[in-house]
């Protein structure tokens, strides 16, 4: 059987082409087995997954507990909100002490990027990032390019646009690494104050005309601006920047081809997107939302089988 180059998903960054090829491989099976009648199957029922968000979630969290429920594992869910963590605890130690308690994977949503890293150095599991900060989200990035593949096939020389704040994206950042891990070519369109300083080094191109380059792109990745992540604004106000950079009915008809739409949620409607563009008929959103589930469940199972936990057959 092929096995991932790595242990842990920590990021793009660490992974080869044949991981995301394995991967992707892996998931097109756990499609075709979710869209059955019957959801589950209990290739990991002897294995334990701890679920640990420090910050909020809706897609990632409920994606990845169906894909775990749906391999028949079981699974903890942690709250930092009512946690030991309120009363000084480190990182380490709250992951260390749920080990204790037999469970075998550790999926970690946190704010503070490298959090995954230093779990996967100082703590015996395997370790899935769902997000650190503003650096990776790895599932994110291969679940959003298992869709473009669906629709566009091969994405060497395919033509991705990101538009959005990606000074403060994650899913930024690991998209580009896998899109140029599968040879796409990419440009970003967004406000200068939301270009990050290396971004040229990472092999993508800036277009600041919206226009120029949604006509140049074959699918566009829209990202939400993280208010959250600001200190200050980066920008005027709301409106201008949605004027200048939102995608909405009149620059999609102004380029007169139809491309792929795609945004990783939540959306802000009518800020980076409008409801026409997340409602028309190519909007692959809730597509993206779909292979979500299919795709963690081909990172935890081939993880697992990395891992030599125990695996029944499906
Ligand atoms: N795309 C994404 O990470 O969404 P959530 O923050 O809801 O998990």
Same mark, same amino acid.
């Given at each position: ?7 842990? #998903?920590?990021?793009i960054?660490s992974? @080869? @082409? ?5 991967i ?5 099976h756990?499609? /075709?087995i979710?869209n059955r009648?019957?959801k ?5 029922r002897?294995?334990t997954?701890a679920?640990?968000?420090? /910050?909020?979630s809706t *897609? ?7 894909a ?7 699974v903890?869910?942690?709250?930092s909100?009512?946690?030991s963590?309120?009363?000084? &605890?480190? #990182?380490?130690?709250?992951?260390n ?9 550790i999926?970690? *949503? ?7 890293l #230093?779990l ?6 395997c370790i899935?990032?769902?997000?650190d900060?503003?650096? /990776?989200h ?14 566009l ?8 646009l ?13 998209n580009i ?15 200068l104050?939301?270009?990050?300083r ?8 800036i277009e600041?005309d919206?226009i120029?380059?949604? @006509? ?5 990745? %829209?990202?939400?601006v993280?208010?959250? *992540? ?6 005027p106000?709301?409106r ?6 939102g ?5 999609i008809?102004?380029i007169k081809?139809d491309i792929?739409?795609l ?8 800020v980076?997107?409008?409801? /026409?563009? %997340? ?8 597509d993206?939302? &779909?292979?979500? %589930?299919?795709i *963690?469940?081909?990172v935890i ?5 990395k ?7 499906q």
């Amino acid at each position: 059987m092929d096995k991932l180059s790595v242990d842990h #998903l920590l990021g793009i960054k660490s992974l @080869k @082409k044949s991981d995301i090829n394995l991967i992707f491989k892996t998931a097109l099976h756990f499609k /075709e087995i979710i869209n059955r009648p019957i959801k589950k199957v209990p290739t990991l029922r002897d294995i334990t997954i701890a679920n640990l968000f420090f /910050e909020n979630s809706t *897609r990632t969290k409920i994606s990845f507990e169906l894909a775990q429920k749906r391999l028949g594992a079981d699974v903890v869910n942690f709250s930092s909100s009512s946690s030991s963590v309120k009363k000084g &605890e480190s #990182l380490t130690d709250t992951v260390n002490n749920i080990l204790a308690m037999k469970v075998d994977m550790i999926v970690l *949503r946190h704010p503070n990027p490298g959090s995954p890293l #230093l779990l996967s150095k100082n703590t015996n599991s395997c370790i899935i990032n769902a997000g650190d900060g503003a650096h /990776e989200h790895p599932t994110q990035a291969l679940l959003d390019c298992f869709s473009l593949t669906e629709n566009l096939g091969d994405l060497k020389d395919k033509n991705i646009l990101i538009v959005g704040d990606i000074l403060h994206s994650r899913v930024a950042l690991s998209n580009i690494y896998a899109l140029n891990l599968l040879g796409a070519n990419i440009k970003i369109s967004c406000p200068l104050s939301l270009i990050p300083r290396e971004i040229e080094s990472l092999d993508v191109k800036i277009e600041r005309d919206i226009i120029k380059a949604l @006509k140049w792109c074959d699918a566009v990745n %829209v990202l939400r601006v993280q208010k959250e *992540r600001m200190e200050k604004s980066y920008f005027p106000n709301d409106r201008e920047y949605s004027m200048l950079y939102g995608l909405d009915t009149t620059k999609i008809n102004n380029i007169k081809k139809d491309i792929l739409i795609l945004h990783p949620g939540p959306i802000n409607r009518g800020v980076e997107i409008t409801s /026409e563009i %997340v409602e028309s008929n190519n909007s692959i959103i809730l597509d993206q939302v &779909e292979n979500g %589930v299919a795709i *963690r469940m081909a990172v935890i199972y081939l993880l697992a089988s990395k891992m030599n936990f125990s695996i029944s057959e499906q």
